[in-house]
């Protein structure tokens, strides 16, 4: 008895103690509270259940263990799934297993479940007549336990039963047929504090308990007994305990979201701009096996497509917006994947007679190959896309340790296969026989390629550089750069456009692959040769995929890189929201999964541009409409805020996180800059700054204010 009244207060406890720690620490509020305070939204009935495809219902993550609630309320399920639970016989991941409570007395009871994004919680409320329960819901953000707060508001006590997949503690081996030392183990162990029995609970009237459950594998155990490490971990829970724990649960996500915000008119774009980074940050986490197709909410065994890592942009789509965000750890895992698939990926470059490493479109975590070395489709282009994400981690961090240790033996080993695969003839590089799209033939100077090539041996010779190693490759690595075939074009309507490939496929009316030379490629922008910029726009009206069940991840930040029309950009994200949003704010094409975050990152480039490290404010942006951004994240390490209010930009600040250079597009054209550096100091001359665009030398950690002189 005494031990169930110690849960019955643990709902107050813990925001008690969360409060007095943030005093104490002194720890400030998040800047953004009251942003993302405002984000959290009402699901309406049961929603989502086991799919092969992406989850539908309300989401919680840590960043390997993924939770989707489903109902109905008599039947509460808690599908539970794990990035590193791979089989190397499905050569697919796989679901961890299933956590009901049953209710009886809530069968046909009204159900309602608000997603709590600040916290990362979901509570439901499940009413019925005289019999009410309330119930609270996270995945520890720094452990792998899944905690279920139950709360009976009614006036009759509720009998609940436990059920699991396999028992209240079970053993999965998904190679269990066929296991091997390299297959995956995982333990799942469930344990309701203070009471003797983890399959039955009576809840009395005004009484609170809590059901933890314990999931983890033999990586996170590093060689122990998973099972008995998950046993040990919910034994040696206490109501104050679990508490502490969502303390820190709670501190990890104010950290989260203290890093950036935006507000803008949309509140439904605005939302889906959160949720974005909220479904990244609970599905990858820095340590952990990246997530494939659909996350780590797994709810079958069979996923379409294995829930692999497809490389010809699926699996590198759904970071595209954290670096900008200013989340540019949450992308980790996805190095770690391509890195464990170089030795492989060289081996099948030296079987096709080639340098450097070839990857196929289909991979896994640990050098796995769900579809086979050869299911590359026809497209050599799949390394040189994942080069992408290694070029934007450096890009916006400018980290170099993590370049000499991360990220650079596979960029190289990338320009090793194009530096061989490339001919040279009659004065530029052509690419021969590489697919557009998948099976399109062997297509000469596709668009994507030439895009990809560009920015890849641009970046080669800066990192080079800043690592201070491959001197004696820079000469030819400038000479592809300068003679690398153009971008094939022709006319449509009256009007140029671009040419699908110089030979072979010339246009297609489904994706958007016709656009990924700007972006995510990124070889043309603002500081483009005019006639390309023209072209480039010319082909956003030409393709007009404002709806693409393959292309919402690329598409409207492409329109924004080349300054389309912006309440066409802002219109045709509201319709994709409003359409294709399912209950927990990830869109969905039927083949899409947490990729579709990505098109949010068209925001980011609508607010602030740093392409070619080049800062644009608002440079795709309604001057009609007010925005505002704080600490969003741009190449060459700066943390940049900026507001629009009438048309009049103001409240520009600039943090040098390295003290690089910092190019800057007058956000006043027309008027001279005046500078503030680190909140000026008494007696300093004042700085102004005047032009089109101007340099600003920047110290480590300098802060700098930009305001029009008046």
Not at 76 to 93: E, M
Not at 384 to 389: E, T, V
Not at 440 to 463: A, C, E, W
């Amino acid at each position: 008895m005494n031990q169930m009244l110690k849960c019955a207060k643990f709902g107050l406890s813990a925001v008690a103690i969360f409060m007095a720690a943030s005093l104490a620490s002194g720890v400030p509020s998040a800047k953004n509270a009251p942003m993302i305070a405002s984000q959290s939204f009402v699901i309406n009935g049961p929603a989502g259940g086991a799919s092969s495809a992406m989850a539908a219902g309300p989401i919680i993550g840590n960043g390997d263990v993924g939770v989707m609630l489903s109902g109905p309320a008599d039947d509460l399920t808690f599908y539970i799934g794990k990035n590193d639970a791979w089989g190397r016989i499905s050569q697919s991941v796989m679901a961890v297993g299933q956590m009901h409570i049953h209710i009886p007395a809530l069968q046909g009871a009204a159900l309602k479940t608000t997603v709590d994004m600040q916290h990362a919680e979901l509570s439901g409320e499940y009413v019925k007549g005289s019999a009410a329960l309330a119930s609270r819901s996270w995945v520890d953000a720094n452990r792998n336990l899944l905690c279920v707060e139950l709360a009976n508001k009614g006036s009759e006590p509720l009998t609940m039963t436990l059920q699991n997949s396999n028992g209240p503690s079970f053993f999965y081996e998904p190679d269990a047929a066929n296991p091997s030392p390299d297959s995956r183990k995982i333990a799942l162990a469930i344990s309701i504090p203070g009471a003797a029995d983890a399959s039955h609970l009576t809840l009395e009237p005004g009484k609170t308990s809590v059901i933890v459950a314990a999931i983890l594998s033999d990586l996170d155990c590093k060689g122990k007994d998973p099972l008995a490490e998950a046993k040990a971990l919910i034994a040696a829970l206490t109501p104050g305990k679990i508490a502490e724990f969502e303390v820190l649960h709670r501190q990890w996500w104010q950290d989260f979201w203290s890093r950036s915000f935006i507000e803008i008119p949309d509140k439904v774009l605005e939302q889906h701009w959160y949720a974005s980074q909220y479904i990244m940050a609970s599905c990858s986490r820095s340590g952990k096996v990246a997530p494939g197709l659909w996350g780590n909410w797994l709810t079958t065994n069979k996923p379409n497509w294995h829930g692999d890592f497809h490389l010809n942009y699926n699996f590198q789509a759904p970071y595209f917006g954290v670096y900008a965000a200013n989340h540019a750890d949450v992308s980790l895992p996805f190095y770690q994947a391509i890195n464990e698939f170089v030795p492989r990926g060289k081996k099948i470059a030296e079987k096709k007679g080639w340098k450097g490493v070839h990857f196929p479109v289909s991979i896994g975590p640990w050098g796995m190959c769900p579809e086979g070395d050869d299911s590359d489709w026809g497209q050599r282009s799949d390394a040189a896309y994942a080069a992408l994400n290694f070029i934007w981690y450096y890009q916006y961090t400018q980290n170099q340790e993590w370049l000499r240790k991360t990220g650079y033996n596979f960029l190289r080993e990338v320009a090793d296969f194009w530096e061989n695969y490339l001919k040279f003839e009659n004065g530029r590089y052509v690419i021969y026989s590489d697919s557009m799209h998948e099976g399109s033939g062997p297509d000469v100077n596709n668009l994507l390629s030439l895009g990809l090539v560009s920015t890849l041996f641009k970046n080669m010779l800066v990192m080079s550089a800043d690592l201070g190693v491959d001197e004696d490759r820079r000469a030819k690595w400038k000479d592809i750069c300068g003679k690398l075939s153009a971008f094939p074009t022709q006319e449509r309507n009256g009007k140029t456009v671009f040419r699908y490939s110089e030979k072979g496929m010339d246009w297609c009316n489904d994706n958007t692959l016709g656009i990924q030379h700007i972006f995510p490629a990124g070889a043309i922008g603002f500081d483009s040769d005019p006639k390309l910029l023209e072209i480039s726009r010319n082909m956003i009206q030409a393709m007009g995929r404002w709806s693409d069940g393959n292309g919402f991840a690329t598409w409207y930040s492409a329109c924004a890189r080349v300054g389309h029309d912006p309440k066409e950009i802002l219109a045709g994200l509201r319709n994709e929201s409003d359409k294709h949003s399912m209950p927990n704010r990830l869109l969905s094409y039927g083949g899409g999964g947490i990729e579709n975050c990505a098109g949010f990152n068209a925001l980011n480039e609508m607010l602030l541009q740093s392409h070619e490290g080049v800062l644009r404010f608002f440079p795709c942006w309604p001057n009609d409409m007010d925005a505002k951004f704080g600490t969003l994240r741009a190449v060459g390490a700066f943390l940049v805020s900026a507001e629009i209010k009438n048309g009049d930009v103001s409240g520009v600040k600039i943090l040098s996180e390295m003290g690089k250079d910092c190019i800057v597009i007058n956000p006043w054209p027309d008027r001279k800059v005046n500078l503030i550096r680190n909140g000026g100091k008494p007696g300093s001359s004042a700085e102004t700054e005047q032009g089109e665009r101007f340099s600003l030398k920047t110290t480590v950690n300098e802060t700098i204010e930009l305001s029009p002189e008046k």
